[in-house]
């Protein structure tokens, strides 16, 4: 897996754009400090940037790097989450402002796939993670679902050897209100 990570790792480096397995359904990602690969993705999309984008961590700890508070009651859901949710915090930082939503938020899912983690510790840096499809479009449940022209349009395909989800769906999504209150947006 090394070799492989190494690889993403200078691939992503250099603005490219990657189609690689999370620990939900597949994703198309970068950089999510870099603000030109985070265009491409969105052209890929054809997706409206007023439709703020997911983006990864590989630890909890990294949190305070992105946002700038973090609600209190975070601690307890991330901790015991079961499975794998996107949280929307408030006040958004250090991230292209394309990532970033109208109203100053940004979502953020701690990822458990371990191609995902080791790969976004290397970068030492986020992941935009965003499905593997036109704005729109039905969410591919699996590689073989994805489109051809999705699959042309990347920079590289990451093996689908890294791919360790069983469950194949998009994550559960919950914004925080407050310190202590949150709403689910999409179970």
């Known amino acids: 897996m090394e070799p492989e990570i190494l690889k993403c790792k200078e691939l992503l480096l250099q603005g490219k754009i990657l189609l690689y397995p999370t620990d939900t359904v597949w994703g ?13 993705i969105y052209a890929i999309k054809q997706r409206q940037e007023s439709k703020s984008m997911i983006i ?14 973090i609600p209190l009651i975070a601690w307890d859901l991330i901790t015991n989450t079961y499975r794998p949710t996107t949280y929307i915090y408030p ?28 790969l976004i510790k290397a970068l030492d840096r986020p992941l ?5 499809n036109r704005s729109g479009d039905p969410t591919p449940v699996t590689f073989s679902e994805i489109s051809q022209d999705i699959i042309d349009q990347v920079d ?31 179970e």
């Open 56 to 69: 990864l961590l590989d630890a909890a700890d990294r949190l305070p790097l992105y946002v700038k508070k």
């Open 91 to 118: 006040a958004a930082q250090n991230l292209p402002n394309s990532l970033i939503h109208v109203d100053g938020t940004i979502a953020i899912r701690i990822v458990d796939n371990t191609f995902c983690k080791k």
């Open 128 to 132: 935009v993670s965003t499905s593997a």
């Open 156 to 186: 590289y395909v990451v093996p689908q050897e890294y791919a360790e989800s069983i469950e194949y769906k998009p994550s559960r999504v919950v914004k925080f209100i407050d310190d202590y209150n949150f709403t689910i947006i999409r």
């Open 28 to 40: 198309i990602g970068c950089d999510a400090t870099n603000e030109e690969a985070v265009k491409r």
